[in-house]
């Protein structure tokens, strides 16, 4: 075993690697930091909303909150070992190269574990951190140490618990695999929604953790049997019987690279849209849903997006007989919200997304506005059909008048729109920006057509994404009655229309002056 | 006495449900022996290269490199295949440098040998001014560059070189041209495969011509035109005799 620990290692070491040339080193605006910051940011607004107990109550909030956080890294290390896993062992495109060495599979098992230690060691303290607020001040610190251990412990056992469920499921049901990355994407996002909703609307961690506390016998029960036992069974395998995880991995890896074969002899069928009039337009709206209706990703998003508009479903029936600021609240809100967690990157990455063949539209010499109005008509259609959906579902559990519906469906449709406008005119400021800027130094330079803000990918797609919400927050905010912070109804409209209207004008102006075809 | 085939290919063999890609496939290549193996796009020349170096497993048949199955002893025999793919296999958010260094450990170098071998490798393919740059941000002739450099690391005795010369400019491609003749007289046996006839042409002690999976001619260039019924022909009017059945009817129209 020693020669495939030192190899583990030695994979480990080149995944560390390429992680700090990607965020540090050869990053001009030190995207990791972008990053850390925000996990610390997030980190901040959970310890915020988890008040400390009082001191006689350190010892329930000790058990609550290792309850907490043992689900919540359980559940994260199962995922991370079999989606992250299945990247990185049977699609990713460094594994046939792994297959061209002498070097034995194992070791690639091992070496993506070894490899995801300091991500995890980093995120449980920062959660750690949040959760230890929960305890009285004599206790917390030595409660940071207990949730810290006792979260990466957890989260490790269950990392393996996912990589058995990845070898076993590859090796048996190639064909299948990627549906358990549908399905674990699909669960996360509705518990990071559900989570969002919790929190704004007055929740907090401290109520979570004594929930867990009251039913840590199910929680220990179910972490033990879906993560505790599958992990020490394959660490224990790995120790005694290591050539059978290598078997399944290697037999498993097989069948999916034989499955890749075959499927890209797979014929297709040529769709294109029948619109008369601009071609332009039609070629647009043609790639772009084409793009999608073919996409596994979008399908899987779909998904996502069926996920929310069940939480639209329960918001509705639960606002049943509510004023419209109310409905706005929530029927609106969550609807818009189960859409910008799906396809909100739509909007913001309608540039980027093309990735090369964006420069198709310049070699063709597409005039600029063209293109702008086309790609502004390929997301704000679906988008508005896809909210308008969702807030039929809430208004039909809500029993909602016609009228009333159609007033909320205006309202939240309005916001959509705010939030299309101000996305799209961040992602058109930037879509002058190459998808594959080299950031080496020495590299040539991007083309210069703005700041050297836009020369940067994280701070673009920190831009992008941050338009985009308050795009959308604001009218909603609006058209809710301000809750939150209070303002006349003029100012509040002047502000929640005129921000993503400047954002758009704007955003299309620098990309008029900027965008040569 | 006979010389023990670098490279043994039996009955060879590769089938996706109906389809058969590879059809009872047999070959062998000497050490020291530049063998071009040609074919149509789709012809199998690329499932058999992947079979050939532990890629895909075969329906049936077998691969030995130096007496040494692929598929029963894989440690053993890619300890002595250095394989160049038609898409360079690269990771691109390590520094070429780095990347060298990380295929030496896969291999088993030590590190002292490892990074001598790099910067000898880097230093042969004129990398060595590059060679702490993101290979992400290469153009692909310096990728192609890397992944020949990455198939020397561990001084194979076979390679297998799939259109190695794509992407290279005239200089780089003639040097590449010239290294393979190097290394075949250093006793290496090269399987090339490339649509360039005249590269096939130039390189090859023998050539192979493989059709709808099966190989349908083996011989020298000369050999090739007896076989198509043209002697004295060149390469390229050899290989299209012999695939004559694949020209498409719409072309025959034109």
């Given at each position: 075993m020693n020669g495939v620990f030192t190899l583990s290692l030695a994979i480990a070491?080149?995944?560390?690697?390429?992680?700090?040339?990607?965020?540090?080193?050869?990053s001009r605006m030190k995207a990791g930091l972008i990053w850390l910051g925000l996990q610390g940011a997030l980190a901040f607004v959970v310890a915020r909303r988890a008040p400390a107990l009082a001191p006689d109550a350190g010892d329930a909030g000790l058990v609550g909150a290792l309850a907490l956080i043992a689900a919540q890294t359980g559940w994260f290390g199962?995922?991370?070992?079999?989606?992250?896993?299945?990247?990185?062992?049977?699609?990713?495109?460094?594994?046939?190269?792994?297959?061209?060495?002498?070097?034995?599979?194992?070791?690639?098992?091992?070496?993506?574990?070894?490899?995801?230690?300091?991500?995890?060691?980093?995120?449980t303290l920062l959660w750690a951190w949040a959760y230890s607020s929960i305890m009285p001040p004599p206790g917390r610190w030595p409660g940071l140490a207990v949730l810290w251990l006792v979260g990466v412990g957890v989260g490790l056992v269950a990392h393996l618990a996912g990589l058995l469920l990845l070898t076993v499921w590859g090796r048996f049901q190639p064909r299948t695999m990627r549906h358990g990355n549908t399905i674990f994407g699909v669960l996360t996002m509705a518990m990071v929604t559900a989570a969002i909703i919790y929190l704004s609307s007055g929740g907090t961690a401290t109520e979570v953790a004594l929930a867990m506390r009251q039913a840590r016998r199910a929680v220990l029960t179910t972490l033990a049997a879906v993560a505790g036992l599958p992990g020490l069974l394959l660490a224990a395998t790995l120790l005694v019987r290591p050539q059978w995880v290598e078997e399944h991995y290697r037999q498993g890896l097989y069948r999916v690279l034989e499955?890749?074969?075959?499927?890209?002899?797979?014929?297709?069928?040529?769709?294109?849209?029948?619109?008369?009039?601009?071609?332009?337009?039609?070629a647009v709206l043609s790639r772009e849903w084409l793009h999608l209706a073919r996409s596994r990703m979008a399908r899987t998003q779909l998904l996502i997006f069926i996920a929310g508009t069940v939480g639209v479903f329960f918001a509705g029936r639960a606002a049943a007989g509510a004023p419209m600021a109310g409905l706005v609240g929530s029927i609106g809100a969550l609807s818009l919200l189960a859409w910008f967690n799906a396809f909100g990157h739509w909007v913001s990455k309608v540039f980027r997304q093309e990735r090369v063949t964006i420069a198709l539209y310049r070699l063709?010499?597409?005039?600029?506005?063209?293109?702008?109005?086309?790609?502004?008509v390929s997301v704000a259609v679906p988008s508005g059909f896809l909210v308008a959906v969702a807030v039929a579902v809430g208004s039909l559990a809500a029993h909602l008048p016609l009228a009333d519906a159609a007033g909320l469906l205006l309202w939240t449709e309005m916001a959509l729109l705010g939030g299309v406008m101000g996305g799209f005119g961040v992602a058109a400021a930037f879509a002058n920006q190459e998808p594959e800027d080299p950031e080496a130094p020495g590299a040539p330079p991007v083309e210069q057509g703005g700041s050297a803000l836009v020369q940067s990918n994280a701070w673009s797609a920190l831009a992008r994404t941050v338009g985009l919400a308050v795009s959308c927050a604001l009218p909603l905010w609006a058209a809710a009655g301000t809750p939150w912070l209070a303002a006349p109804a003029p100012v509040a409209w002047a502000l929640a229309l005129g921000l993503p209207l400047a954002l758009l004008v704007s955003g299309v102006g620098v990309m008029l002056r900027t965008w040569r075809t | 006495m006979a010389t023990k085939p670098a490279i043994l290919l039996e009955d060879l063999t590769k089938t996706y449900g109906d389809f058969t890609a590879v059809q009872g496939l047999n070959l062998s290549v000497r050490p020291g022996e530049i063998f071009g193996f040609l074919g149509a796009n789709g012809a199998g020349k690329t499932t058999t290269m992947k079979m050939m170096v532990g890629l895909l497993p075969p329906t049936s048949g077998r691969v030995c490199i130096l007496g040494r199955d692929v598929w029963r002893e894989p440690a053993a025999a890619k300890r002595a295949i250095g394989y160049v793919p038609d898409t360079p296999i690269l990771h691109e958010l390590l520094t070429a440098r780095e990347f060298l260094w990380f295929m030496a450990d896969l291999y088993g170098l030590s590190r002292s040998e490892g990074?001598?071998?790099?910067?000898?490798?880097?230093?042969?393919?004129?990398?060595?001014?590059?060679?702490?740059?993101?290979?992400?941000?290469?153009?692909?002739?310096?990728?192609?560059?890397m992944a020949i450099a990455t198939a020397l690391l561990h001084r194979p005795r076979v390679l297998l070189l799939d259109e190695v010369t794509n992407g290279l400019d005239a200089r780089a491609a003639r040097e590449v041209k010239d290294l393979v003749k190097a290394w075949a007289r250093e006793g290496v046996a090269v399987v090339l495969t490339t649509h360039i006839l005249s590269i096939a042409e130039e390189l090859s002690d023998r050539i192979g011509l493989i059709h709808r999976g099966k190989l349908i001619a083996n011989g020298t260039a000369a050999e090739l035109a007896e076989q198509?019924?043209?002697?004295g022909a060149g390469l390229e009017e050899s290989f299209l005799a012999l695939t004559g059945d694949e020209l498409p009817q719409e072309a025959e129209t034109v």
């Open positions: 070491r080149s995944g560390w690697q390429a992680s700090w040339n990607r965020m540090f080193r050869f199962i995922m991370g070992g079999f989606s992250r896993g299945q990247v990185q062992l049977y699609q990713g495109l460094l594994v046939p190269l792994f297959q061209l060495t002498p070097a034995r599979p194992l070791a690639f098992l091992l070496g993506r574990v070894i490899e995801s230690l300091p991500t995890r060691l980093w995120t499955l890749n074969e075959q499927d890209s002899d797979r014929p297709g069928r040529s769709l294109w849209l029948p619109l008369r009039g601009d071609g332009v337009l039609r063709a010499a597409v005039p600029t506005p063209r293109l702008i109005v086309a790609k502004l | 990074k001598a071998r790099t910067e000898e490798l880097l230093s042969l393919m004129g990398l060595t001014a590059q060679a702490d740059r993101l290979i992400r941000d290469f153009s692909l002739g310096m990728k192609r560059k198509a019924g043209i002697p």
